[in-house]
C-alpha cells in the first residue's frame, strides 16, 4: 500500500470525515503520526539512557517561544527512584512497569537569573509566563513522543503526575521556578495498541474564521461521534456508576461529563504559586 493510502485508511479510522482529505502528499513520517496511540503495555526490556538521551536532544529541537528555552526533560533511570516516582504518579500497575520514566517540566528559574545577572527587572510577573513556559514544555512532549514512536517505542503522557504535584515535586527537588507538566511513559510496546477516534474534523478544523456550528448542532456531531465511536470501541466500564448511576448508552460524551464531575487536581495553583509563579 502506498503512504498515501495508508495515510488514509489512518485517518478514516481516527475520524468519521476524513474520506475527502488530500493524502496525496503523504510520507512516511505522516504515516507514523497518524498511527499515534498511546502505549500503556511494555516489554520487560531497558530502554539506554543514551537512547533517551538522543531522543530528548531531538525532542529540544522543537521550536519555543521567544527562544525562551524555558522547560527541561528529566530522566528518571534509577529502578528504586521510578518505583518512588510511580507510586506518587498512582497505583496503577502499568506506570510502575514501565521501563522508563520522564517528566517534563517547565523552567521559568534560568529566565529569572538572566535578569538578575543582567541587572534588568522582570517586569512580566503574570500568567502569561507561566503559559510560556507550559507550552514550551508541551511542546517538547509531544516532539519527543513523535520522535520515541520514530524509533520503535511506545509512550503514555502522565497528568497523573500533577496529582500529587507538591510531592512529586520534592522527590525528583525542582527548585524555585520549575513545575512538572506531564510524565511520560516510555518503553518497547508488548501489544499494537488501537488507534483512539477523535472528535469529526467538522468541530476542530476551522477555516478562516472560527465556525461554532451553535449548540444544537455540536451535540447532534458529539451524538453521532458518541454512536460512531461506540459502534468501534465501547467503554470497558461506566465511571462513577454508584454516584450516577448505569447509563442506557455510554459514550465519550458521557465519559467526559462523568470524570469532570469531580474535582481534580484543585489544588494546582496553590502548588504554581509555591513555585514563585503569580497567576494574575
Ligand atoms: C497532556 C496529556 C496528559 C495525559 N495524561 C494521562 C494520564 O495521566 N494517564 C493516562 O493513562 N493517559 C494520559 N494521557 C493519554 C490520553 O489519555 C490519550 O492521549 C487519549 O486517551 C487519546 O488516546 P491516544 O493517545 O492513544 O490517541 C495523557 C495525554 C496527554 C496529551
Excluded at 9 to 38: K, N, P, Y
Excluded at 55 to 62: K, R, T
Excluded at 264 to 275: H, L, T
Aim: charged letters at 25%; hydrophobic letters at 45%; aromatic letters at 8%.
Amino acid at each position: 500500500m502506498s503512504d498515501s493510502e495508508t495515510l488514509r485508511e489512518l485517518l478514516c479510522a481516527r475520524f468519521q470525515d476524513a474520506q475527502d482529505l488530500d493524502t496525496g502528499f503523504a510520507a512516511a513520517a505522516h504515516v507514523r503520526m497518524a498511527a499515534h496511540v498511546s502505549q500503556r503495555r511494555y516489554r520487560d526490556e531497558a530502554v539506554p539512557l543514551p537512547m533517551l538521551q538522543t531522543l530528548a536532544a531531538v525532542a529540544l529541537a522543537a521550536p519555543t517561544k521567544s527562544d525562551l528555552q524555558s522547560r527541561d526533560i528529566l530522566i528518571v533511570t534509577d529502578a528504586a527512584r521510578r518505583r518512588t516516582l510511580a507510586g506518587l504518579i498512582g497505583p496503577d500497575e502499568w506506570i510502575a512497569a514501565a521501563p522508563a520514566l520522564l517528566v517534563f517540566c517547565g523552567n521559568h528559574r534560568r529566565q529569572r537569573m538572566l535578569h538578575q545577572w543582567h541587572g534588568h527587572a522582570f517586569a512580566n510577573d503574570h500568567l502569561d509566563w507561566f503559559f510560556n513556559a507550559a507550552v514550551d514544555a508541551a511542546i517538547v512532549l509531544a516532539a519527543f513522543i513523535a520522535a520515541a514512536e520514530a524509533a520503535g517505542l511506545g509512550c503514555c503522557p502522565l497528568s497523573q503526575i500533577r496529582n500529587r504535584a507538591a510531592e512529586v515535586s520534592a522527590f525528583l527537588e525542582l527548585p524555585e521556578f520549575v513545575f512538572p507538566v506531564a510524565g511520560l511513559a516510555v518503553g518497547w510496546p508488548s501489544a499494537a495498541g488501537q488507534i483512539s477516534p477523535r472528535l469529526p474534523l467538522s468541530l476542530t478544523v476551522h477555516v478562516d474564521r472560527h465556525r461554532d456550528p451553535g449548540e444544537a448542532a455540536t451535540r447532534a456531531a458529539i451524538d453521532d461521534y458518541d454512536r460512531w465511536r461506540d459502534a468501534r470501541q465501547p467503554y470497558a466500564r461506566q465511571r462513577r456508576v454508584k454516584a450516577l448511576g448505569q447509563a442506557d448508552f455510554y459514550g465519550w460524551s458521557q465519559d467526559k461529563a462523568r470524570q469532570y464531575s469531580v474535582p481534580e487536581r484543585a489544588d494546582f495553583g496553590r502548588f504554581v504559586r509555591s513555585k514563585g509563579f503569580s497567576l494574575d
